[in-house]
Nanobody, 114 residues
Framework: VQLQASGGGLVQAGGSLKLSCTAS????????LAWYRQAPGRERESVAT???????NYAASVKERFAISRNNADNTVLLQMNDLKPEDTAVYYC?????????WGQGTLVTVSS
């Protein structure tokens, strides 16, 4: 499975961005999907997850501001990010899991200016 993320950029605090990740997978609908982020000097952390059945979970720091969704028809997973804060600045990675196998995208940089 190859994952291609896009949509990062520079935005002012309070603004919005939508990240998109497209997967080359013949059975995209069985994958558990997620977005992670890694800020400079920090460990990679889970931001949002969506299961194959559509169950969503969010990190406490982004709940009520971010929304993850998936479109099994076109093999994409989206992350809508609203009310962005400077502390959201990081490289964002999409992630797919099937059983014990994990796949990572290349990352897209989100920079939030104050």
């Amino acid at each position: 499975v190859q994952l291609q993320a896009s949509g990062g950029g520079l935005v002012q605090a309070g603004g919005s961005l939508k990240l998109s990740c497209t997967a080359s997978a013949s059975r995209f609908n069985v994958l558990a999907l997620a977005w992670y982020r890694q800020a400079p000097g920090r460990e990679r952390e889970s931001v949002a997850t969506i299961s194959a059945a559509g169950r969503r979970n969010y990190a406490a720091s982004v709940k009520e501001r971010f929304a993850i969704s998936r479109n099994n028809a076109d093999n994409t997973v989206l992350l809508q990010m609203n009310d962005l804060k400077p502390e959201d600045t990081a490289v964002y990675y999409c992630n797919a899991k099937w059983g014990s196998v994990t796949y990572w995208g290349q990352g897209t940089l989100v920079t939030v200016s104050s």
